[in-house]
């Protein structure tokens, strides 16, 4: 299973992105079952949770990102979205697309998408 995260990359703040989190090899149950999360590592901090979905669509976001991230997912095609808008400077990081799921025991992270915005 491989998951790789696009969309990232220089913005102004303000702007917006939108992330993709693409999955590979992974079966329909697993990923539909799981929960969904984008995290987010700044230079010199730890990685953080962005925000996340669970299986039933139940979302949940830091509180610095409520109102401005809106985190999303396509069962069909397997993808992990989070729409990112009114960037500032304190959202550049490293974003990371995880999905975990307990019932399988799986937990898979992507190689992550640097997101840059500059003030």
């Known amino acids: 299973v491989q998951l790789a995260e696009s969309g990232g990359g220089l913005v102004q703040a303000g702007g917006s992105l939108k992330l993709s989190c693409a999955t590979s090899?992974?079966?329909?149950?697993?990923?539909?079952?799981?929960?969904k999360a984008w995290y987010a590592q700044a230079p010199g901090k730890q990685r953080e949770l962005v925000a996340e979905?669970?299986?039933?669509?139940?979302?949940n976001y830091a509180d610095s990102m409520k109102g401005r991230f809106t985190i999303s997912r396509d069962n069909a095609r397997k993808r992990v979205f989070l729409q990112m808008n009114s960037l500032n400077s304190e959202d550049t990081a490293v974003y990371y697309c995880?999905?975990?799921?307990?019932?399988?025991?799986?937990?898979?992270w992507g190689q992550g998408t640097q997101v840059t915005v500059s003030s």
């Open positions: 979905i669970t299986s039933d669509g139940s979302t």
């Open positions: 090899g992974m079966i329909l149950s697993v990923f539909s079952g799981s929960t």
């Open positions: 995880r999905i975990n799921n307990d019932y399988y025991r799986t937990d898979y």
